[in-house]
Nanobody, 116 residues
């Protein structure tokens, strides 16, 4: 069992930055990938960024060049550095973890609000 707890969301002005954190506990050795989804009102859930246990990363086109996903050297915490934030980035951001059997674990989400 894996538990995920997000933090770091908040209210920022357009052009500002936030650093989101996702702390994992439990059966962390079962994790093969982690990442961030977001959901805004009226929109479908969107995969923002992902990182494998080997360090390979992928990003949505909408955030390339602005967001960076990383993990600590113990692979117990994943970060999302979000720079040059835009109002359209406003959403609840959810951290997920993937097991080798493609079981998914989710955090409860953290709100990011970008004012124009």
């Amino acid at each position: 069992q894996v538990q995920l707890v997000e933090s770091g969301g908040g209210l920022v002005q357009a052009g500002g930055s936030l650093r989101l954190s996702c702390a994992a506990s439990g059966s962390i050795f079962s994790i093969t990938a982690m990442g961030w989804y977001r959901r805004a009102p009226g929109k479908e859930r969107e995969l923002v960024a992902s990182i494998t246990s080997g360090g390979s990363t992928d990003y949505a086109d909408s955030v390339k060049g602005r967001f960076t996903i990383s993990e600590d050297n113990t692979k117990t915490t994943v970060y999302l550095q979000a720079n040059s934030l835009k109002p359209e980035d406003t959403a609840v951001y959810y951290c997920y973890a993937e097991s080798p059997s493609y079981e998914y674990f989710w955090g409860r989400g953290t709100q990011v609000t970008v004012s124009s």
